[in-house]
C-alpha cells in the first residue's frame, strides 16, 4: 500500500519557521510532480506548492518568497521549508502528487499553528 506521512509541523511565532517532510513509502512517487497543499478551518483545500520530478517548482501567490519546496528522490521525501509564518499560513498541510492529489494518497497531515 502506498502511503505518504507528512511531519514537522508545529506552533511558531509570526515570522519563524519550519520545515515539513513527506516521506512516501515507494519510490514510485520520484518520477511525478508532487505538491503541498493546506486547508484551514472552514476552508476548502488549497494548493500551496508543486515540483516536478526534473526540480522545476510553481507556488500559489500568498506564499511566494517565504516557502521552498524540495525533494530528495533517493530519499523519497519531499520537503516545505516556510519562512516569515503568517497567521494566515496556520492550516493542515498535506502533501499529494501534484497538481492534482490522489484521493487514495491524502493522508493526516501535520498542523502549522501560527501566533503568539
Known amino acids: 500500500q502506498v502511503q505518504l506521512v507528512e511531519s514537522g509541523g508545529g506552533l511558531v511565532q509570526p515570522g519563524g519557521s519550519l520545515r515539513l517532510s513527506c516521506a512516501a513509502s515507494?519510490?514510485?512517487?520520484?518520477?511525478?510532480?508532487m505538491g503541498w497543499y493546506r486547508q484551514a478551518p472552514g476552508k476548502q483545500r488549497e494548493l500551496v506548492a508543486t515540483?516536478?520530478?526534473?526540480?522545476?517548482?510553481n507556488y500559489a501567490v500568498s506564499v511566494k518568497g517565504r516557502f521552498t519546496i524540495s525533494r530528495d528522490n533517493a530519499k523519497n521525501t519531499v520537503y516545505l521549508q516556510m519562512n516569515g509564518l503568517k497567521p494566515e499560513d496556520t492550516a493542515a498541510y498535506y502533501c499529494?502528487?501534484?497538481?492534482?492529489?490522489?484521493?487514495?494518497?491524502w493522508g493526516q497531515g501535520t498542523q502549522v499553528t501560527v501566533s503568539s
Open positions: 515540483i516536478t520530478s526534473g526540480g522545476r517548482t
Open positions: 499529494n502528487l501534484g497538481p492534482v492529489g490522489v484521493k487514495n494518497y
Open positions: 515507494r519510490s514510485i512517487f520520484n518520477s511525478y510532480p
